[in-house]
T-cell receptor
Framework: DAKTTQPTSMDCAEGRAANLPCNHS???????VYWYRQIHSQGPQYIIH???NNETNEMASLIITEDRKSSTLILPHATLRDTAVYYC??????????????FGPGTSLSVIP | GAVVSQHPSWVICKSGTSVKIECRSL??????MFWYRQFPKQSLMLMAT?????????EQGVEKDKFLINHASLTLSTLTVTSAHPEDSSFYIC??????????????FGSGTRLTVV
């Protein structure tokens, strides 16, 4: 089973910030939080990941709570092209091996003109 | 950045035939590859994990004799759907990862293969 829970769907006005929450209350100390998105009929696209510090890149910001039990992905200025299903995933990132990635249902984000 | 190429992007085959899907890591050597299946309006479902040179590990409920996975090199993994039936019609996606023992470079996904069995 997926280790995360997310709202099923969200709407966001074009140009506004989209804030997508994720609950991962059973996350362990060595598990990372990853965010991916999937536009219809394409493979998932990496957005951002983090362990405990907030992270920012050219696509988004990731805010992780101090207890690491939840996080929020922020798309600062949503565009119509950001309409997609967003997946929050927790996974190990050991130096010599990878944990398998289990996807939950994700959040379907609709950016509205 | 890391690129994973998946081929073909779509395929239509007759019931009872076999179909091979290729997943290539273009600019890195993939330590591990994952295969997923996705039905319409559903999330990705992990089918199996494969490491180069060893047998794939299948998830519960996935028939290993029906979905043959070969990971013969660090840049290529193949999924063969044998004796395909209409219920095997789905979107198949691969993912590749790599580690050099000092750090990891995340998961990169292919663009997917739409299989339609008629």
């Amino acid at each position: 089973d997926a280790k995360t829970t997310q709202p099923t769907s969200m709407d966001c006005a074009e140009g506004r910030a989209a804030n997508l929450p994720c609950n991962h209350s059973t996350i362990s100390g060595n598990e990372y939080v990853y965010w991916y998105r999937q536009i219809h009929s394409q493979g998932p696209q990496y957005i951002i990941h983090g362990l405990k510090n907030n992270e920012t890149n050219e696509m988004a910001s990731l805010i992780i709570t101090e207890d690491r039990k939840s996080s929020t992905l922020i798309l600062p200025h949503a565009t119509l092209r950001d309409t997609a299903v967003y997946y929050c995933i927790v996974s190990l990132r050991a130096k010599t091996s990878y944990d398998k990635v289990i996807f939950g249902p994700g959040t379907s984000l609709s950016v509205i003109p | 950045g890391a690129v994973v190429s998946q081929h073909p992007s779509w395929v239509i085959c007759k019931s009872g035939t076999s179909v091979k899907i290729e997943c290539r890591s273009l600019d890195f050597q993939a330590t591990t590859m994952f295969w997923y299946r996705q039905f319409p309006k559903q999330s990705l479902m992990l089918m199996a994990t494969s490491n180069e040179g060893s047998k794939a590990t299948y998830e519960q409920g996935v028939e290993k004799d029906k979905f043959l996975i070969n990971h013969a090199s660090l840049t290529l993994s193949t999924l063969t759907v044998t004796s395909a039936h209409p219920e095997d019609s789905s979107f198949y996606i691969c993912s590749a990862t790599r580690t050099d023992g000092r750090q990891n470079y995340g998961y990169t996904f292919g663009s997917g293969t739409r299989l339609t069995v008629v």
